[in-house]
């Protein structure tokens, strides 16, 4: 056997180098888009889009915002991040003018969605009050404030669920009842019914929700899937949005198919040059 020359191997020393930092890339996920709503020095608070370009980034941005009834950037109510939130009052609702179905499924992969929220940013503890992420909705949804689902966070710690306007699902405690104007962190989720894969195409979904680095528990889920990738926020009385970030998730299995892969270039490269 031709043994590999030092040259050839550092080539394949370097390709396998190159490869497993792309691998690390994709173990990160792609993060599709980010919103910290800095927007300082705005003028209009209802510019919802003020200073787009540098607060979000990640790959699609920018992505602009839609609102319906009284949505905010740059009022300081609540004391929130100095006024650098996404406020909504009164039912209004946002939405980001994009379908992030495209990239969950290109990959199949699952969509994750993290943010901070202030269930409420006026009445002290009151269970009745929520901030809601809505997932799926074409367009803003008006009286249907639920279409197709919305997750719900109370102040009292409380997380629920609500599917096209017909029933509360869960309303379980999974974070901890917040102090007036706090936040906390959230992480949503969402698969395939089965838990892996893209939670757009034909083979349903299952929402999980993680509450300030607790566990995650599913809070719904169909074994009919959405058919558009549409993200929005909305609020019953007053509440707040913030540190947005949208991304893919890359599958565990195909992972570890990856660095196997890798690992055993590395170790063919190693037995060719002895």
Not at 13 to 35: C, E, H, M, Y
Not at 38 to 54: C, F, H, M, P, R
Not at 89 to 113: K, M, Q
Request: net charge negative; proline share 2%.
């Amino acid at each position: 056997m031709v043994a590999m020359s030092s040259k050839n191997f550092a080539l394949g020393v370097l390709l396998v180098t190159t490869l497993a930092i792309g691998s690390s890339q994709v173990a990160k996920g792609d993060i599709l888009l980010t919103d910290d709503f800095y927007a300082s020095g705005t003028t209009s608070t209802s510019s919802l889009n003020y200073n787009i370009a540098g607060r979000q980034s990640g790959t699609l941005a920018t992505v602009d915002w839609t609102g319906s009834g009284n949505c905010q950037v740059g009022n300081p109510t609540g004391s929130l991040d100095s006024g650098n939130y996404l406020l909504m009052a009164f039912g209004s609702e946002t939405r980001l003018s994009h379908d992030f179905a495209t990239e969950a499924n290109a990959v199949n992969s699952p969509l994750t969605i993290s943010f901070d929220v202030a269930p409420e940013l006026t009445d002290s503890n009151d269970a009745t009050k929520w901030s809601a992420l809505i997932i799926g909705s074409t367009t803003l949804s008006g009286v249907d404030r639920y279409t197709p689902l919305a997750i719900a966070f109370r102040e009292n710690g409380n997380v629920f669920a609500q599917a096209s306007g017909v029933g509360v699902y869960g309303d379980v405690l999974l974070g901890s009842a917040l102090t007036l104007g706090s936040t906390e962190h959230v992480v949503v989720t969402i698969t395939g019914y089965d838990g892996t894969g893209s939670g757009f195409s034909s083979n349903g979904y299952k929402v999980a929700v993680s509450v300030n680095s607790g566990a995650a528990a599913t809070v719904y889920s169909s074994a009919t899937g959405f058919t558009y990738g549409g993200v929005g926020f909305q609020s019953l009385s007053i509440g707040g949005i913030d540190n947005l970030s949208i991304s893919t998730v890359p599958e565990p299995s195909s992972l570890a198919l990856l660095t196997a892969g890798l690992i055993g270039l590395l170790a063919y490269a190693w037995r060719r040059r002895r």
